[in-house]
């Protein structure tokens, strides 16, 4: 990709050597207003240059930019400073384009004007430094070198890491050289790069020339800080053990940094284990310079690694740090005990923290068999059943994991309810959840409470969303459902965790298995939905039998949950549905519905248009297969269609259900494998 | 018709129905009234049971504590043994779909499993194809070997027992909600995962709910909560698994399962070879399993784009790279099991930061490897350019953009000797710097590179047409985001990813996931989030689960059921490439008969359904239509 050269100004050094001529003849009186304007022209190139973004590079035009830059070289009375800062800003633009000889072109003239040395000499790093920009390397090497210029530098930028760590070395090993000269080649040594994990060459070169510069500045000695941090923490004891001491002499170092090196030390020794680390942690428990979490920490260090629980609990029980704070000191104390190897006393540790801040108790509902369950949120607002506690529940656990939970809620420990919060303007915001089922389905009514639902309605304040998981049972795929309020649509099939076979069904809007509702009531707004038996025509409840369910309301003051989610999808902190009042004759009343439907699907299933009847067909089936395998199968099936009546006998609904419903249902899947079996036996018969 | 006649003809009709062979799912639920069944029928089975282990075992349960389950289980196991044939000794076996729904857990009676049938495969030559098997022991047998012996054909030609490579499924601690998504979770269940030579790698103590590694002689606890988890590091050395299968523990009124892999090689010939897995516990009588395997006559293309049979269809996954030197002693064993896996496009994991002879190597090993060198996909911006918002790219952004699109180029000119290397820029990008990232993607097409973004519908609607690999946020049944994205014409390689990430541990799920129900709904890439190197305790990170396919170990990685359900998905989109091929041919052949056959076969792929068909039908149905057509072409 080139830039567009004839938008470009002519070669510059013809101008510029026209320009650097009639400024020489110019007066002296303008110094500094001529300071000014070439600042002013030097904004106004870059506006113009920055004006340019947005575009695509071809069509960056930077003509304007140069012609802003040529007046300032036109400035009556320009001293020999002035014109080399002007050059410099036109050869910079050149070289920001990567037109490389105008760049050097322009920097030469500078070496041709009348001003000191050191200018020159910039002239000439600015040279050099085009070539390396330019891929040019051993030409900007020489020029360095001729120059004496910062080699090390170069070779940064040229990427030659043993030319560096050569040319570092030379300076290090120059006993004349200045201090701050060696200091500098010693910081830029390749081993302190951030890329760059040769613990071997740091140690050497800090032991070698480390001991020296701290004796004109202990300081310097937090430059290994951040090998320390990269290389040493949680990778390399050894490295840590051999760095601390170093590190800790710097007067100043921070606290944070000095807390960073000591829990460094605690974990260096764990991996040594058994004396090594009570002394460390003895050490640290009464080390006044660290915080007291750290101190409580290895204060849990010491008494956790003892047989007996009550330092342990001694040490909790002393500790004025907030719960969240103390929880994270146990943690990290069995963090510490397990990285040793000692996991009999680190799962001690864990018990105690699982002990002294429990998770919540797994929260259920019970749904209950009624006839004539609520079907929309309109029949759910009128219902009885919200007053019916069994059947109720609460959205009021925070959203959160447990140390988390620790930290937003902490009086919720010491039993406060935080079933409802606060926003900004006094809003109470409350969710119920109710449940029932019937010979249809199940079905779950939340009622979302906002005293504030006037603004949500009209769309001018935000109303936050469902986000609800449902399983039929451990083991058992779930489903995933998400509702904006007031008005979100769900789609019941937005995040599949298993593809349909014959014993996983997905919900569905387009057969009914699944509806929903949602809608604005009285004080907030209320969600419906339901789920057909039909999908769980294979592993319908009885009476305690638990299903899972889980609802986080987002609301504006964050997310309150059934189950008390630790985090999203997060199943072990789910609730639990819990069947009850379902009699046997309800139970057969809930199969007779499935029996219907199970021979609607299989009349469907069977057309001929449907691959189950296709396969009968004799150019795209397989009559063979069809007559061997299919024909029979659907011959009993049909026969035991006949069983199916409005008045079918409650024995005629059980047999029916447990041996033919699963096979009306599925009929493509069994026919499907019937299918891969018959194949597979061709395919592997004789021979 | 009485309708009492019609009833009893029902009756009869029905009892016929209830074939375990058709039933499969995550886990069975038995209503209690089958349970309470089974337990009754435990005294008449214990009567009628002759083989004595079996017959002991069963009397063993017949006190009120045995749990229901244990019952239920080993009463239908002596129901199969009743009705089917097996020879003397404890050991029974059931044939089982490799790559399904079912969670295998050890107290799971495998309903979709054929008592003591014999393990069918049918390959390709080149193809690795899986079977499974699950034991049932009815006494503890500690040492348990388990032999493959060589298959032999009528011809006498061999398959080497050596290609056929069988595993133990370690059944493992896993996050709650583990089988099922990619989201952490506090909790832990048992979950099927693990392709084991040597179960104790991993031993998982079930009384408290851990499970340890064995690095060497010691054990390390790997899966504790998050806030009490100690990063282990799976390359520590003397953490690896066997070369060989070790002998394993069966416990009494367990199911346990093994997963074979046979690889027919392209010198392989083709044919039937028969033989068998020997399972020998100590002191008492063998049992085998035989193994039946039909080498189909040719080889599997690489998957074409399902839209054009000429554009090769990109397998990639995010962050598959090996993050390791490759003089590390797991590096190329890593490398090689990702591409004998179907990872197709992969590497070399070295940009324009890589220093030079790294580089060198990285590009060595991936081309040793085999992996794909045209196109790339994992090229990288050396840095970032510009801010993360939308505020316009500058003169001197698109500058750094431009000398990094030229140092590209030069890298895979050097490299490769073409420039066709996607290069990615951002990932999951806000709609304004979508927009104002134009220019520079301009620049990459400019050097003759491709770019690439992964993101959501905004990628398309404000930069579709600057892109050519795109990784779009969804599900791999979105048909129409992959139509769309095609309408553009850029013939760009456009995934899913995300929905779901990687991380289930379900095969079949993965294998639809990332075989034909993408390639069905028109995507013509595969490249989701991500390929994880750990951790191995679920729990150590927060919301996502370690998106793990394959594990590492110090001497390369450990297979799991969901990698073979990915590589099985990438074979079924081989095989469809064929038929699609063959089709083709036949098509434009001057037969009428074969031009019908052509358009049938390519009829049924089009009629489909890729989120419900049965994968291991389909497969079987593609190889039958390959066949047909091939025997036209004749």
């Known amino acids: 990709m080139m830039i567009k050269k004839s938008k470009i100004l002519p070669p510059a050094f013809a101008v510029v050597a026209l320009l650097v001529a009639s400024v020489a003849d110019a007066q002296a009186p303008n110094q500094s ?66 037109q ?70 030379a300076v290090l090993n120059n006993a004349d050289a200045p201090d701050a000269q060696r200091w500098s080649a010693f910081t830029r040594l390749p081993c302190w790069d951030w890329r760059s994990d040769d613990t071997a060459a740091l140690r050497a070169a800090v032991e070698k020339f480390m001991p020296a510069f701290l004796e004109k500045e202990p300081n310097r000695a937090l430059h290994l800080m951040r090998k320390f941090e990269s290389q040493g923490i949680g990778k390399d004891p050894a490295f840590v053990r051999w760095a601390a001491p170093t590190l800790l002499k710097a007067p100043r170092l921070t606290d944070q940094d000095y807390r960073k090196i000591k829990s460094a030390l605690l974990a260096a020794a764990a991996s040594s284990g058994g004396d090594a680390l009570v002394a460390e942690a003895k050490s640290l428990s009464s080390d006044e310079r660290l915080d007291d979490e750290m101190r409580l920490w290895a204060r849990l260090v010491v008494a956790g690694l003892g047989e007996s629980p009550e330092p342990v609990a001694a040490a ?106 606060k926003d900004g303007e006094g809003t109470v915001e409350r969710t119920d959840f109710h449940t029932a089922c019937d010979d249809d389905g199940i079905h779950l009514f939340l009622r979302a409470h906002d005293t504030r639902a006037a603004e949500v309605a009209r769309g001018t304040l935000g109303g936050g969303s469902f986000e609800m998981y449902f399983a039929p049972g451990a083991h058992q795929a779930y489903y995933t459902f998400l509702a904006d309020l007031p008005k979100g649509k769900i789609d019941p099939q937005g995040f599949i965790t298993m593809y349909e076979n014959p014993m996983f069904r997905l919900p569905s809007l387009e057969n009914e298995t699944f509806r929903t509702q949602t809608q604005a009531v009285e004080g907030g707004f209320g969600l419906y939905m339901f789920l057909s038996w039909e999908l769980f025509y294979d592993k319908l409840p009885s009476n305690g039998t638990r299903w899972q369910f889980e609802s986080i309301r987002w609301t504006r003051n964050g997310g309150y949950s059934f189950g008390g989610s630790e985090s999203v999808h997060n199943r072990s902190s789910f609730g639990d549905i819990v069947f009850d009042g379902l009699s046997p004759q309800q139970l057969t009343a809930i199969k007779r519905t499935i029996v219907f439907s199970a021979v609607k699907k299989y009349r469907e299933a069977k057309r001929s248009t449907e691959p189950v009847g296709n396969w009968a067909d004799p150019v795209l089936g397989d009559p ?44 493509p899947h069994h026919v499907a494998a019937l299918r891969a079996a018959y194949l597979q036996d061709v395919m592997l018969a004789g021979e | 018709m009485k309708r009492e006649v019609v009833r009893d003809l029902c009756m009869s009709v029905l009892a016929g129905l209830a074939s375990p062979l058709m039933l499969w799912a995550q886990t069975e639920v038995l209503p209690p009234e089958r349970i309470a069944d089974y337990q009754r029928h435990l005294s008449d089975i214990v009567q009628r049971t002759s083989e004595p282990l079996h017959k002991a075992y069963l009397q063993s349960l017949q006190n009120a504590d045995t749990p229901a389950i ?97 595993k133990v499924v370690k059944v493992w601690y896993q996050g709650g909600n583990g089988w099922f998504s990619y989201f952490t979770d506090v909790g832990l269940e048992l979950v099927p995962e693990l392709l084991l030579k040597d179960e104790s790698l991993v031993r998982v103590d079930r009384q408290t709910g851990s499970n340890y590694a064995r690095v060497g002689e010691r054990e390390v606890w790997i899966s504790a909560p998050r806030v009490f988890d100690v990063a282990f590091d799976p390359y520590t050395p003397g953490f690896a698994d066997a070369e060989q299968l070790q002998p394993v523990r069966l416990n009494k009124g367990e199911f346990k399962q093994f997963f074979l892999t046979v690889h027919a090689t392209r010198d392989t010939k083709p044919g039937l070879y028969r033989g068998a897995i020997t399972a020998t516990p100590q002191g008492h009588p063998a049992h085998s399993l035989p193994v039946a395997v039909r080498v189909l006559p040719f080889e599997l293309p690489l998957p074409k784009s399902p839209a054009d049979l000429q554009q090769d269809y990109v397998v990639t996954l995010m962050t598959a790279w090996p993050k390791l030197s490759p003089d590390h002693p797991a590096f190329m064993p890593t490398l090689r099991n990702l591409r004998a896996h179907n990872l197709l496009h992969l590497g070399p994991g070295a940009g324009l930061t890589t220093p030079p002879d790294l580089a060198a190597k990285q590009v060595k090993a991936m081309k040793e490897a085999g992996f794909q060198t045209k196109p790339i996909i994992g090229g990288t911006m050396p840095g970032w350019i510009g801010t993360h918002d939308g505020k316009p790219l500058t003169f001197d952004d698109l500058m750094t953009a431009n000398r990094a699109a030229r140092d590209l180029r030069d890298f895979y000119m050097k490299h490769f000797g073409h420039t066709d290397a996607a290069i990615s820029h951002g990932d999951e990008q806000a709609s304004p710097w979508v927009v104002k ?17 992964a993101g959501h519908e905004h990628v398309f609607t404000k930069a579709g047409y600057t892109m050519d ?40 799920f993965v294998r639809r996931q990332h075989g034909l129900l993408g390639y069905l709904s028109g995507f013509n ?78 009829q049924w792929l089009a009629s489909l359904d890729g989120e419900r068909v049965d994968l291991n039908a389909v497969r079987l149905e593609m190889i039958q239509k390959i066949l047909r057509l091939s025997e036209l072409s004749k």
């Open chain 2, 437 to 453: 990232t134009r220019p520079l993607w301009r620049i990459l097409n400019e050097h003759g590179l491709k770019t690439n973004l």
């Open chain 1, 624 to 667: 063979a297969f069809h007559a061997a395998k299919v024909a029979p199968l659907l011959e009993r099936l049909d026969a035991a269609v006949l069983l199916v009546k409005a008045d079918m006998s409650d024995a005629d609904v059980e047999k029916v259900f447990s041996e033919a419903v699963p096979l009306w249902m599925e009929l």
């Open chain 2, 70 to 166: 244990t019952v239920t289980n080993a009463v239908r196991v002596a129901q199969d043994i009743e009705a089917g044939k097996r020879g003397p000794g404890p050991i029974v076996h059931y044939a089982v779909p490799a790559i399904s729904d079912v969670m295998r857990l050890p107290d799971a009676y495998p309903v979709d499993g054929r008592f003591n049938a014999p393990l069918g495969i049918v390959l390709a030559r080149d193809e690795y194809e899986p079977a499974s098997f699950v034991l049932y022991s009815a006494a503890d047998l500690d040492q348990v070997t388990l032999t493959p012996g060589e298959l032999k054909n009528a011809a006498g030609d061999v398959l080497p027992a050596g290609q056929l490579d069988l």
């Open chain 1, 316 to 421: 909790v029980k002393e500790s004025v740090l907030p719960a969240a704070q103390t929880a994270a000191a146990v943690a990290n104390a069995a963090r510490t005990i397990l990285s040793s190897g000692n996991e009999p006393a680190g799962r001690r540790l864990e018990a105690f923290y699982d002990q002294t801040w429990p998770r919540p108790a797994r929260a259920e509902i019970v749904c209950k068999y009624i006839d004539d369950a609520p079907f929309d949120v309109g029949s759910w607002i009128a219902s009885p059943l919200l007053k019916d506690k069994k059947s109720t529940a609460s959205l009021n656990r925070p959203y959160g994991d447990n140390l988390k939970f620790l930290l937003e809620t902490d009086s919720a420990v010491m039993g406060r309810n935080t079933s409802a919060e």
């Open chain 1, 100 to 169: 490389f000889k105008e760049a050097r072109d322009t920097f030469e003239k500078i070496k041709s004007l009348d001003v000191p040395d050191h200018l020159k000499r910039e002239a000439d790093r600015l040279v050099a430094d085009v070539y390396a920009a330019e891929g040019r390397g051993q030409e900007a090497i020489e020029l360095y070198r001729k120059h004496k210029l910062d080699l090390i530098g170069l070779y940064q930028k040229l990427g030659d890491d043993d030319a560096r760590q050569a040319e570092c070395m």
């Open chain 2, 469 to 508: 690999v795109h990784p779009t946020a969804g599900m791999p049944s979105d048909a129409k985001s992959a139509r769309r994205w095609h309408d553009i014409g850029s013939a760009a390689y456009v995934s899913f990813y995300a929905s779901q990430h990687n991380g289930s541990e379900n095969p079949s």
């Open chain 2, 525 to 602: 890439m595969i490249n989701n989030y991500e390929f994880a190197y750990g951790p191995w305790n679920d729990r150590a990170v927060e919301l996502y689960k370690p998106m793990v396919l394959a594990y590492p170990t110090s001497a390369g990685l450990v297979d799991t059921l969901a990698w073979e359900g990915f590589r099985e998905g990438v074979d079924d989109m081989r095989y469809a490439t064929k038929l699609k091929q063959l089709a083709q041919e036949a098509i434009t052949s001057d037969n009428l008969d074969r031009i019908y056959a052509g358009r049938q076969a390519r």
């Open chain 1, 33 to 98: 207003a001529n300071v000014q304007q070439i600042e002013a022209l030097s904004k106004e190139a870059d506006a113009q240059v920055a004006a340019l973004a947005g575009k695509n590079l071809s069509d960056m035009d930077l003509s304007a930019a140069h012609a802003t830059l040529a007046k300032a070289l036109q400035l009556p009375g320009l001293t020999g400073p002035e014109q080399v800062n002007v050059l410099r800003k036109i050869g910079q633009l050149y070289q920001r384009a990567d």
